[in-house]
T-cell receptor, first 116, second 114 residues
Framework: DADVTQTPRNRITKTGKRIMLECSQT?????MYWYRQDPGLGLQLIYY???????NKGEISDGYSVSRQAQAKFSLSLESAIPNQTALYFC???????????????FGPGTRLTVL | GQNIDQPTEMTATEGAIVQINCTYQ??????LFWYQQHAGEAPTFLSY????GLEEKGRFSSFLSRSKGYSYLLLKELQMKDSASYLC???????????????FGRGTQLTVWP
């Protein structure tokens, strides 16, 4: 089984709809992240959470919200989807207490979201 | 802020060596990562440098010069499967954190020809 899972893997929705993307991990990591990736652009950080009680905005948080329901679960919501939120969304996790290259981020398989 | 610059595209032939450069400017450098990303897939971790010098891992090596704000990823004995986007990411100190968060470059799309 994959260590970091994302649901759904693909989603097509209409402008104005509220949608939620979910991320779960079995790695036991304390930190979780949501990124979006647009063609030709790098990964842009939307929100990140260093533990269950810690939520931080990233570079492009407007129009998004998150919930860290448990250490293993981190959800991203689009309150009212708009076409320019069409992108590939990745969840990632990292372990602040790991040895070796500390805080290496491990990515889920991604969710392809299309807003019509 | 953080400025991370890497070439948009590179091409090479199978069996060759290619070097992908990355330059960066950060306010509180705390490590540099390289990730590989095949089209439509998740980025996967390749290498990490926090001290100056070369880190070698099989066919892949990564170099860092903190004084120059410069890193490169060296891929040897190229294979077709190495065709992918290579992302340079810099970790910068973050408020209240002992480690920081990552800032990604736009990626270098490498195409390996037979």
């Amino acid at each position: 089984d994959a260590d970091v899972t994302q649901t759904p893997r693909n989603r097509i929705t209409k402008t104005g709809k509220r949608i939620m993307l979910e991320c779960s991990q079995t790695k036991g990591h304390d930190r979780m992240y949501w990124y979006r990736q647009d063609p030709g652009l790098g990964l842009q950080l939307i929100y990140y959470s260093f533990d269950v009680k810690d939520i931080n905005k990233g570079e492009i948080s407007d129009g998004y919200s998150v919930s860290r329901q448990a250490q293993a679960k981190f959800s991203l919501s689009l309150e009212s989807a708009i076409p320019n939120q069409t992108a590939l969304y990745f969840c990632a996790t990292s372990d602040s207490a790991s040895g070796g290259p500390t805080d290496t981020q491990y990515f889920g398989p991604g969710t392809r979201l299309t807003v019509l | 802020g953080q400025n991370i610059d890497q070439p948009t595209e590179m091409t090479a032939t199978e069996g060759a060596i290619v070097q992908i450069n990355c330059t960066y400017q950060t306010s509180g450098f705390n490590g540099l990562f390289w990730y590989q990303q095949h089209a439509g897939e998740a980025p996967t971790f390749l290498s990490y440098n926090v001290l100056d010098g070369l880190e070698e891992k099989g066919r892949f090596s990564s170099f860092l010069s903190r004084s120059k704000g410069y890193s490169y990823l060296l891929l040897k004995e190229l294979q077709m499967k190495d065709s992918a986007s290579y992302l340079c990411a810099v970790r910068d100190w973050d408020r209240g954190s002992t480690l920081g968060r990552l800032y990604f470059g736009r990626g270098t799309q490498l195409t390996v020809w037979p």
